[in-house]
């Protein structure tokens, strides 16, 4: 009786389990499972990501076939704690092939399922599948995932969240509810035909129509009001907001109606707690902030508390760009059933107030605590000064307005990236020649005024030709990397971004980097931990790392379409001498090219 008992209870189990594993499938929620060890620490998840092509109307009668991770925009939300490990098995059901990579995860040995396209792998053909492994060692806060391929991490891109171990808790008050914003952007063409346009032209990327949260405009985009994402909070509650920006493009300032924020973490590394009006966000950036809801009026009438992502651009480059606010709301919760609520709204700096830009960012600081210390390297085995310019490349037809038998192009120290056949990691792993050199410059070839307001087109500078250049370190070296900003041909605010590391912002600065007077200010107690940062327009930022993940490592600035032209370099991080130092032989299911 006890056996039949057990069996038929087993079994009624099991058709709950897989009844529920094929309702996921059906409404294209992500397939999850997780593997305990005997103290009950959750050691291994298990995701699935189906890559499929899904319908979605914004802006109005604008509906149009999006390429979607299990048919959702934004994508599923990965949840973990310190330690974990996840797997992902990508299942490519679109109708083209492509990448995903784990934004500011460091992926330590295992270079392999990091994403890029080729550079760490070649792309996961359509109707083939890949299992990517991500490891999350010492990440804790708030990342993200995206496409590393073409144009697709417009709709292609999800958040991450990392939770402290079990046992351990968050260094701040202990939140009673969190949202996930993530800022994007939306085009009513299809992003494919954004991308092959500006590739077969030349010409620069055609601009998004609007700027979004967790994928809606908000109320003041044309039919969009009833789709606004919103946040319902109790009074006298804290709340933790997890911002991420995963716009290709456009950096924002984001603030919330009369309320401040507290700054607690950024990029999955906490800070001191830093109160401020608002935030400067670059595409590439997360930030973890609470939000104390202490601001109900004594009013039979809510308000509505607008939540505001306002485009910053201080660049003189003219071009067409996409301004417009995005909006969420925030109502507290009340069981009046009075009229609509009354609106509120923020007050931000203005879209081209550097000022502001600056005055938020030099606010950071690691936590730098006994149980989050840092260990900012205090010596340098190697010092790298890079230059970033857009550029321009000599071409026999021209299609763009103004760059006649020309087209667009984008370099560090002068040299513009240019993808292989073949993926770098596996020419470096299997050592096929003729794939890559291993000469990208630690100097730019020409020292000038790089941030005069006056540079027109320095030649030959101006020029630049496509490569394939690595930089390869010794293991265990410590970098500092001077990253300057140039008017080569139009100054912006770069974000540059670092795969498989996360360094410490130890300096940044106006004008031209002053190798003797500028060091003087950096700070080497609690820079903050990053793993994208934004270089000022006409100026500079100094991050320091230390070289211990061997393997094949992407850098480039988070702007796509600069990264597309050519922003890019590729850190070749040798093995050390012991067995945990040297990289992860391939998996068995990668991706053939």
Not at 111 to 122: A, F, H, M, R
Not at 195 to 224: E, L, R
Not at 459 to 480: D, G, I, R
Request: hydrophobic fraction near 35%; charged fraction near 15%; proline fraction near 8%.
């Amino acid at each position: 009786m006890f056996g039949f008992c057990f069996g038929f209870g087993l079994g009624f189990v099991l058709i709950l389990l897989f009844s529920r594993l094929f309702l996921m499938q059906l409404i294209g929620m992500p397939m999850i499972s997780s593997v305990f060890d005997s103290s009950g620490s959750a050691k291994a998840h298990h995701y699935t990501f189906v890559i499929q092509e899904a319908s979605y109307t914004r802006l109005c009668n604008h509906t149009k076939n999006i390429l979607t991770v299990n048919g959702l925009y934004p994508g599923p939300t990965i949840s973990a704690r310190r330690g974990d490990i996840v797997y992902v098995q990508v299942i490519n059901k679109g109708n083209k092939n492509i990448t995903i990579h784990w934004h500011g995860v460091n992926q330590p040995r295992d270079p392999w399922s990091d994403g890029p396209e080729y550079i760490t792998q070649c792309p996961i053909q359509s109707g083939a599948n890949f299992t990517q492994r991500i490891q999350f060692t010492e990440e804790e806060g708030t990342l993200w995932w995206h496409a590393h391929s073409e144009f697709d991490g417009a709709t292609v891109h999800g958040a991450i969240i990392v939770r402290p171990k079990l046992g351990t808790s968050y260094p701040f008050p202990k939140p009673w509810k969190e949202f996930t914003l993530i800022l994007g952007e939306w085009w009513n063409a299809n992003i494919t035909d954004v991308y092959n346009n500006a590739m077969q032209s030349g010409c620069d990327f055609q601009i998004s129509d609007a700027n979004t949260i967790n994928g809606q405009p908000g109320d003041f985009a044309p039919c969009s009001s009833n789709d606004a994402f919103k946040m319902q909070v109790d009074q006298g509650k804290r709340y933790l907001l997890r911002v991420i920006n995963a716009a290709m493009r456009t950096e924002f300032f984001f603030a919330i109606a009369r309320h401040n924020i507290t700054v607690v973490g950024s990029d999955a590394s906490y800070t001191k707690p830093y109160v401020n009006e608002y935030i400067m966000i670059t595409p590439g950036q997360t930030f973890d902030l609470l939000l104390d809801a202490n601001n109900y009026p004594n009013s039979s009438a809510p308000y509505r508390y607008y939540t505001y992502a306002t485009p910053f651009f201080d660049g003189n480059d003219h071009g067409p760009r996409d301004t417009n606010a995005t909006v969420a709301i925030l109502e507290y919760k009340t069981n009046s059933t009075s009229p609509p609520p009354i609106p509120i709204f923020p007050s931000l700096p203005n879209f081209d107030n550097a000022s502001a830009a600056t005055v938020f960012t030099a606010g950071l600081r690691s936590l730098a605590s006994s149980d989050h210390p840092v260990d900012v390297p205090q010596t340098v085995d190697m010092s790298m000064y890079v230059t970033l310019a857009v550029n321009k490349r000599q071409f026999p037809i021209g299609l763009c307005p103004g760059l006649t038998s020309e087209r667009f192009a984008a370099s560090l120290n002068n040299a513009s990236f240019q993808n292989p056949q073949i993926s770098i990691l596996d020419a470096y792993y299997s050592s096929v020649p003729g794939i890559y050199s291993s000469d990208f410059p630690d100097k730019p070839p020409v020292f000038y005024n790089f941030t005069n307001a006056e540079l027109i087109n320095p030649s030959p500078l101006v020029y630049v030709e496509k490569s394939t250049k690595v930089k390869v370190l010794e293991y265990n070296t410590t970098v500092e990397i001077v990253f300057q900003g140039t008017n080569m041909l139009g100054g912006e605010n770069h974000p540059m971004h670092l795969h498989g590391h996360r360094f410490y912002v130890v300096g940044t600065g106006f004008g031209n980097f002053n190798n003797q007077t500028d060091p003087l200010s950096y700070n080497l107690v609690d820079p903050p931990r990053k793993s994208t940062i934004g270089v000022p327009k006409n100026g500079w930022a100094t991050i320091r790392f230390r070289a211990a993940n061997p393997g094949v490592w992407f850098m480039h600035c988070h702007v796509d379409r600069h990264m597309i032209w050519g922003m890019d370099v590729v850190f070749i991080t040798k093995n050390g001498n012991s067995t945990d130092a040297k990289i992860m032989p391939p998996p068995a299911d990668k991706p053939p090219c």
